[in-house]
């Protein structure tokens, strides 16, 4: 009996164990594109990731520009030219890529008493290559204008003088502002000087004196000629101009 009993203990688990199989063979395949269909989840959501990055990267530059074009377009003040009495204004703007100060100044009290009414012109620079211009662009134009009034006459007019902002003493030379001096241009009222830019005077030229000069040597010759030679005047005049040439 207890043999039959072991033996049907046997039979009753190899049964249990062909059972377990069957179901690991259908369950299999399901489990197997479980597992594949979590990888593919997986990758596709890194390259989400991925191209969301790339388009932060790309759009990057874009914004730069932007945030460059606004600084240029608060780029504007005012300033008084105390000698002169002119009130001026400036402003900036992106002219491809440079920055150009538009300066336009004026006198009211010249338009009834002569003088300089009005005066105009434009500077030019590359203000990107100063790293304060990106970093603090409100200081930066705030030492724009301040040097506008330290420079008071020379504005407009002298080309060697530079707008330069304070936080930009290292930067390169043409990171600062230069007078175009084609643009300056004043106006004047009842007869006032214009104080625009004037070009020199035509340096004066040497011109040779006008009509042929007398040649007084070769009178002096026949003179000499006649009076100690006599006939032979000709003979002595001859001699007398190989040994005293003049050019006349």
């Known amino acids: ?37 979590q990888q593919v989840s997986l990758s596709s959501s890194v390259r989400n990731k991925n191209r969301r ?3 932060t990267a790309t759009q ?3 914004g730069a520009q932007r945030s460059e074009s606004k600084s240029a377009a608060t780029g504007r003040g005012k300033f008084l030219i105390k000698t002169k009495k002119m009130q001026c204004t400036w402003g900036a703007e992106d002219v491809g890529d440079r920055v150009r100060l538009n300066i336009k ?21 590359k203000p990107e290559r ?3 211009y990106q970093s603090d662009p409100n200081g930066f134009w705030k030492q ?28 390169p030379r ?5 007078l175009d001096i084609r643009s300056s241009v004043a106006a004047g009222q009842s007869g006032g000087e214009s104080e625009g830019y004037q070009p020199p005077p035509p340096r004066p030229t040497s011109s040779a004196p006008a009509g042929p000069t007398a040649c007084r040597g070769r ?11 006599g006939r032979w005047a000709s003979v002595c005049t001859f001699f007398f101009s190989m040994l005293q040439s003049e050019d006349c």
């Open 1 to 37: 009996m207890a043999r039959r009993a072991e033996v049907c203990d046997c039979v009753i688990s190899s049964d249990n164990l062909v059972k377990k199989m069957q179901l690991l063979r259908t369950f299999a395949p399901w489990l197997l594109l479980a597992f594949l269909g």
């Open 53 to 55: 990055t790339d388009r």
């Open 60 to 62: 990057a530059p874009g």
């Open 105 to 125: 100044c004026e006198n009211p009290e010249a338009r009834v008493k002569g003088g300089t009414t009005d005066l105009e012109c434009q500077y030019n620079g």
């Open 130 to 132: 100063c790293p304060g």
């Open 144 to 171: 724009v204008a301040r040097t506008f009034k330290r420079l008071q006459a020379k504005v407009c007019i002298d080309e060697r003088a530079l707008v330069r902002a304070g936080m930009c003493k290292r930067a």
């Open 174 to 178: 043409d990171a600062h502002f230069k």
């Open 219 to 229: 009178e002096q010759q026949k003179k000499k000629a006649e009076e100690n030679c």
